[in-house]
């Protein structure tokens, strides 16, 4: 269990992220046409997990717009955004603001993303939801970064994160 801060108050994770030198685990989301993908999906690229709580709040949406910005200037990568909102609103939010370079997933179907990766909420105000988190995996499959962000309210360490890549 990781404890992190929603403004400013202390809430718990359901776990930790995977340690840095892991074999990333594997998952099933849904993506925006309704099929399921895996990290087995994106086999042989880099993949930046940035992972939130709902694309409908501030910092979650100003994150995808900076990953999305990222991504474009990366060889061999891509970049999931990956949170429990429906597929759906995922996709109107990407094309409402002209976002084509991130990859939006959701965990609405089950929860083995979140079980694996330790980034549900398991209480507080935002319980259920996914912890403000990313990880960083290389092209073997090891995570190489990552990072659970202590505040939920705060954007990430973008630039920690492009660092091991």
């Not at 939130?52 to 999305?68: E, K, L």
């Amino acid at each position: 269990m990781s404890q992190v801060t929603f403004k400013g108050s202390p809430v718990n994770t359901n776990g930790s992220l995977p340690n840095i030198g892991e074999q990333a685990p594997d998952f099933s989301l849904t993506s925006g046409d309704l099929s399921q993908k895996s990290l087995k999906d994106f086999e042989g690229k880099r993949v930046i997990l940035n992972i939130f709580p709902s694309v409908d709040t501030g910092t979650c949406a100003a994150s995808v717009r900076a990953f999305n910005e990222i991504a474009s200037t990366l060889p061999n990568s891509v970049v999931l955004c990956i949170s429990k909102d429906l597929p759906f609103a995922q996709s109107r939010f990407c094309a409402g603001e002209g976002l084509e370079n991130v990859i939006t997933l959701s965990e609405y179907k089950n929860s083995s993303f979140s079980d694996a990766y330790g980034v549900r909420f398991s209480d507080g105000p935002l319980e259920g939801l996914l912890s403000r988190a990313v990880v960083v995996v290389d092209e073997t499959g090891k995570v190489i970064y990552h990072e659970q962000v202590a505040e939920t309210a705060d954007e990430p360490n973008y630039e920690a994160a492009l660092g091991v890549l």
